[in-house]
């Protein structure tokens, strides 16, 4: 690797937002996954986290590259499976809270905070759950906030890679990380 090409990353490893945690909770499809790696890698993210409960996990973060388009070597993952934790969720958010995370569970839920209504907090982990079930009740209710993107359609939700483009634009937006370039 030449100099300029280590010197580009450096750059942008410190750049890298350090106060968000993605916390994908039994995420089936592995295209999925990819595809919310690569919106995270996209907006800044550097660390994502992978539950896996009820599912036995079937990929691996860093073999995620066809929907991620090689973004997940630029991340850093920690992985919370039934092979190492008794209960995965409760221990990826007791971790969490120790390093004082703020957990956000996005839910659909019209009693939960709309996202154009919502605030971020400085440090926060933002979970996502399961295409078919979404969050387990434990994530939800170990929640210090619960946030829903509004639907005007027909519809009722969106995909989860969808919602995570979405919530993580919010989020670099809201805290005004986008610099206009002329």
């Known amino acids: ?100 995370f703020k957990i956000i569970a996005t839910v659909i839920d019209e009693g939960a905070t709309k996202i154009y209504d919502f605030k971020w907090p400085d440090k926060l982990a933002l979970f996502f759950g399961n295409e078919a079930n979404g969050l387990s009740e434990e994530a939800i209710k170990l929640a210090d906030y619960k946030i829903y993107i509004p639907m005007y359609g027909m519809v009722q939700s969106l995909n989860v890679s969808v919602s995570a483009g979405i919530f993580l634009y919010d989020y670099i937006f809201k805290k005004g990380r986008f610099k206009i370039q002329s």
């Not at 039994?26 to 996954?33: Q, W």
């Not at 992978?50 to 590259?65: A, C, D, G, S, V």
């Not at 850093?76 to 499976?81: C, G, L």
């Open 1 to 100: 690797m030449n100099q300029e090409r280590q010197k580009k990353i450096e750059a942008i490893y410190q750049k890298r937002q350090k106060n968000i945690i993605v916390v994908l909770e039994d995420i089936k499809d592995s295209g999925n996954a990819g595809a919310i790696v690569r919106s995270c890698e996209a907006f800044g993210v550097l660390y994502v986290y992978f539950i896996f409960n009820k599912l036995k996990q079937t990929y691996k973060p860093e073999e995620l590259k066809s929907t991620s388009s090689g973004s997940s070597k630029w991340l850093e993952y920690k992985i919370f499976d039934s092979k190492n934790f008794p209960n995965p969720t409760l221990a990826c958010i007791e971790e969490l809270k120790q390093n004082n």
